[in-house]
Nanobody, 120 residues
Framework: QVQLVESGGGLVQPGGSLRLSCAAS????????MGWYRQSPGKERELVAIITSRTTDYSDSVKGRFTISHDIAKNMVYLQMNSLKPEDTAVYYC???????????????WGQGTQVTVSS
């Protein structure tokens, strides 16, 4: 079984910074990609950033402010969020495309989410 656990959310003032972390654990054979999504009340879940062994990609709304990184050896992904705006307020979810030891296919796993609130 594979689990993703996020941490690092909280309340921050506009212009501030937060760093989210996500740890993948369990029967992991290989991770193809890891990413961050977010969902605000009344809105659909949207991609924030994604990272593979070769590439990173960001939504236009966070480019230049957020940075995604990973520690492959530790099966962790991070999201450094700077210059936060009230519109960044959302529940942030980690996901990962993982092949476990029991199968040959990759499956998408999700964390439980962590709340980020940007408010003065």
């Amino acid at each position: 079984q594979v689990q993703l656990v996020e941490s690092g959310g909280g309340l921050v003032q506009p212009g501030g910074s937060l760093r989210l972390s996500c740890a993948a654990s369990g029967s992991i054979f290989s991770i193809r990609a890891m990413g961050w999504y977010r969902q605000s009340p009344g809105k659909e879940r949207e991609l924030v950033a994604i990272i593979t062994s070769r590439t990173t990609d960001y939504s236009d709304s966070v480019k230049g402010r957020f940075t995604i990184s990973h520690d492959i050896a530790k099966n962790m992904v991070y999201l450094q969020m700077n210059s936060l705006k009230p519109e960044d307020t959302a529940v942030y979810y980690c996901n990962a495309d993982i092949r476990d030891w029991s199968g040959v296919d990759y499956n998408l796993y999700w964390g439980q989410g962590t709340q980020v609130t940007v408010s003065s």
